[in-house]
Every structure is written in C-alpha cells, then in structure tokens.
C-alpha cells in the first residue's frame, strides 16, 4: 500500500483520531453497565454479579442481624428482626418455630430481607411495628420494608431442620438491589443498641416457651443488657436513648428489672 499523500494526511488523522474517542465512549458505558449495582436485576433469574457480589461482602463476617418480610394467608406483611448467614450463593436464616415469621414461610411466603446498619430500623421492627411502613417487590407476593435499608433481598425460602426451637431456612436468592444507603459511621451505641434488641428478642422467645434456659445463662442475657444499655445512653444520641427506654419499657413488661 503506498503511503498516504501530504493531502491525505491530515484527513487520516482526524479519522483515526474520531475511531479512538467512539471505542473509549463504548468501553465506558461497557463499564458503566457493569459497575452500577443499582441496576440490580437484570430481567432474569439471576441477579447481577456486581449486586450479589456486593450482598456476599456485606455478608462476610459469619453471622448477621437482618430484617424478614413474609406476608401472611391474608396478604399482610409482617417484619421480624433475625440472624442471616451467607451459604455458598444461598443465605440462610434461622426464625424461632413459634414465630409468625415461621409461620408464614410454612404457608408458602415467599421473603425479603432488609441490611441495614441503622439501629432505629431494627428498633422499629422490635418495639414499635405499627410505626413500620412496607412497599410491594419486585417479585410478586414480596413485601420489603421501607425504611432506612442498605440493601433488599427477595427470596424463595425452604425449610432445612429444626432444632431447639429454631428452624434453619435456606434463602434461594431471586433479586437484590440497593436501598436508601444512608450511610453510618461506626458507633458504639448504635452497635450495641442492635444487641440489646437481640437480647430481648431471646427473652420474648423464653416467655414464649421457645427456648429454655439454665439461670447461669440467663444471668449472663441481663448482664449483656444491663451493660449495653448503659452504653447507649452514655454515648448515644436522643433517637437510640429513646430506643433505650423503649427496650427497658419492653423488659418490665416481660417482668424483667435490671
């Protein structure tokens, strides 16, 4: 090929030149696409690997506090604070048998998950379900909670075996996307707001008969309470003491006194 003339030179140049911006545009929005989670599901029954990806790392530590939607037989949405474990792409969850949560999942519901950082939500959902507030999903027959959420799970559950008064339920993933996201820095109060609503949820299931416990352990529940209650309202803003005193009020009514 002979080489171009001093005419055509410049004309080569800004062909090239116009060649190279269109593939840079094109890998960008390549990358654009694969780097936005909020995308989320991607019309089929797979959800997208950034967003699943992002669910697993959020997961990582072992065992998680989370929020479970299930709807019951007349199609009202129930929320209920519980542990979560990540299980290969599956998670798992582990509802006390004498719950409505279980129950619900035995009728057929279909569940979401809410991961959140914030305390107030699972405040709400612990002590105060009629400020809740919940919104249709993806999935037909999911409710999600509306609320302060990191990320939302829709799921397909199936009972694995119950022991002590638990069921462990896997968590077939059908959808995850991306909530509010309103970021928290790390607090002790709000770490150990969420732990004190863990605790009392442990003694309503005690009151209930869906767990038995010797008194050693159960000193050690009111010691754990006692302790991160007290450090809520030392370091805590004026939304979680309010918690606080709404887990306390909880306790007396379970006729607990710390």
């Excluded at 709807?71 to 004498?98: K, T």
């Excluded at 995850?176 to 309103?182: N, P």
Aim: charged share 20%.
């Amino acid at each position: 090929m002979e080489p171009p003339t001093a005419m055509e030179r410049p004309r080569l140049i800004a062909l090239r030149l116009s060649e190279t911006r269109t593939q840079s545009m094109g890998l960008r929005g390549i990358l654009s696409t694969a780097a936005n989670p909020s995308k989320g599901y991607l019309g089929n029954a797979v959800p997208a690997t950034s967003t699943l990806e992002r669910l697993l790392g959020a997961l990582r530590y072992g065992h998680h506090e989370a929020i479970a939607v299930t709807v019951d037989s007349a199609g009202r949405p129930h929320a209920a604070a519980m542990g979560v474990r990540a299980r290969g792409g599956d998670l798992v969850i582990f509802p006390y048998v004498s719950t409505m949560t279980y129950r619900n999942i035995a009728q057929g519901s279909l569940v979401s998950l809410a991961l959140t950082q914030d305390s107030a939500v699972f405040c709400r959902v612990v002590v105060e379900p009629q400020e809740l507030r919940f919104r249709e999903g993806r999935n037909r027959g999911i409710y999600v909670l509306d609320d302060n959420v990191d990320l939302y799970v829709e799921a397909s559950p199936r009972v694995l075996s119950e022991s002590c008064g638990r069921a462990s339920v896997l968590l077939a993933v059908l959808d995850v996307y991306e909530g509010r996201r309103s970021p928290i820095a790390f607090s002790r109060a709000n770490a150990l707001l969420v732990e004190s609503l863990v605790y009392l949820t442990k003694l309503r299931a005690l009151a209930q008969g869906s767990l038995s416990v010797d008194r050693d352990e159960l000193g050690r529940w009111l010691e754990v309470l006692r302790y991160s209650l007290s450090v809520v309202r030392r370091l805590g803003s004026g939304e979680v003491v309010r918690c606080a005193d709404a887990v306390l009020g909880e306790l007396r009514r379970l006729g607990v006194h710390l």
